[in-house]
Structure formats: C-alpha cells, structure tokens
T-cell receptor, first 114, second 115 residues
Framework: DGGITQSPKYLFRKEGQNVTLSCEQNLNHDAMYWYRQDPGQGLRLIYYSQIVNDFQKGDIAEGYSVSREKKESFPLTVTSAQKNPTAFYLC?????????????FGPGTRLTVL | AQKITQTQPGMFVQEKEAVTLDCTYDTSDPSYGLFWYKQPSSGEMIFLIYQGSYDQQNATEGRYSLNFQKARKSANLVISASQLGDSAMYFCAMRDGGANSKLTFGKGITLSVRP
C-alpha cells in the first residue's frame, strides 16, 4: 500500500538529548513537510523540502534540523536547543509543491520530554 | 499574508443530520487552494476535500461538500447524513499560489455526533 509512515509512534526524551523522528513515503512525491501540533492548536510548519537535497525553514525551525538525501525519506532531528519540544509531530508529502497539490499526512509521532 | 479563521466552538450534531463547519480566509493572491482535513482522536490528519480559487463549481466528495463563497472569502464544509465516526477535529487550510507558499491551518473545530 502506498502511504506515509512515521516512527516511532511515541517517543520519550530526556532534557539535553537530541532525537530523530523518521518519515518515509512511497508515493513518489517530490515535496515533504514537517509540522508541529500543540494541544488545541492547528499545525505549524517546521521545515519543508521541495526536492531531494534541498530544504527550507518554515515558521518555527529554531531547534530543529532536517535532511533530504533520498526522495522517500525526510527525517527530523529535535535538538537540545529546542526549548519546548513536547508536541505531536506530523510529516506530510505532496506530489509537487504547487498550491493545488494536496498534502497527505502520516500517523504522527508524539514526543514527550521528561 | 494568508490567514484562516475558524471561530466556532465545539459543534454537536444528531446522527443522520447535516452539519456545516465554518471557515473564512484572507489572502491577496488571486490563485489559492482551500483544503479540509479531519483529525480523529488517533491523531492522523485525513484529507477530505479541495477547492481551487478558480473552480467554477463547489467541490463535493461523497458526503462532504464545500460551500465556496469567493466574494465573502468563506469555504464552509458541509457534512451530510452525519455518522458517529465523523466525531473528530476538523481543520480548514489554505495555500496561495506563491512560489514558496505554505499550507496555513486554522485552529480547528471539534465536532461531536450524538446517537
């Protein structure tokens, strides 16, 4: 089945540690995105990538880093510089970065800092 | 800058009845796309329906339809024949036609379907 997978589903991190969230898609989409969702809120864009080996900062990129070495994969690293990392993280992809292309989402990773 | 507004408090609807979820938007770009997503308690964002700014007709997808009123900058989602499984958060989102535009989400509306 085609789709987007994220792992792990739940992640616990101690303060001061970096963690990496996985996102893989087999939809052959060029564009991929990372969003953060806090309780009772909409989604905010962290980073996005329109094509392999290229990515841009979104609205809240501080404390996060990404890579896009393969078309299928767009991992997100939450660094110790992120002041309040506890949140729900959603990865998405779209065929292109055009405004008319729908973004499809993975199941999400819930990160908790202990 | 683009903006999405969803101001309704939690909505309740009786099973099998229709419900309208409101969304207003603001953008200066004549080319844009409007999206509705459903987020059940599991957390996954499920795409429901899309409306392009130049589309002549309102979008429909099964029980979902989009009441697009361009002059009023509104894009309300209509769910017909509500089912218990429709209970979820619903998000309206917009993306304008700029080269590096992003998908902007509203804060969402909680819908509860009563048996």
């Amino acid at each position: 089945d085609g789709g987007i997978t994220q792992s792990p589903k739940y992640l616990f991190r101690k303060e001061g540690q970096n963690v990496t969230l996985s996102c893989e898609q087999n939809l052959n989409h060029d564009a991929m995105y990372w969003y953060r969702q806090d309780p009772g809120q909409g989604l905010r864009l962290i980073y996005y990538s329109q094509i392999v080996n290229d990515f841009q900062k979104g609205d809240i990129a501080e404390g996060y880093s990404v890579s896009r070495e393969k078309k299928e994969s767009f991992p997100l690293t939450v660094t110790s510089a992120q002041k309040n990392p506890t949140a729900f993280y959603l990865c998405a992809s779209s065929r292109t970065s055009s405004s008319t292309d729908t973004q499809y989402f993975g199941p999400g990773t819930r990160l908790t800092v202990l | 800058a683009q903006k999405i507004t969803q101001t309704q408090p939690g909505m309740f609807v009786q099973e099998k009845e229709a419900v309208t979820l409101d969304c207003t938007y603001d953008t200066s770009d004549p080319s844009y796309g409007l999206f509705w997503y459903k987020q059940p308690s599991s957390g996954e964002m499920i795409f429901l329906i899309y409306q392009g700014s130049y589309d002549q007709q309102n979008a429909t997808e099964g029980r979902y339809s989009l009441n697009f009123q361009k002059a009023r900058k509104s894009a309300n989602l209509v769910i017909s024949a509500s089912q218990l499984g429709d209970s979820a958060m619903y998000f309206c989102a917009m993306r304008d036609g700029g080269a590096n535009s992003k998908l902007t989400f509203g804060k969402g509306i909680t819908l509860s379907v009563r048996p």
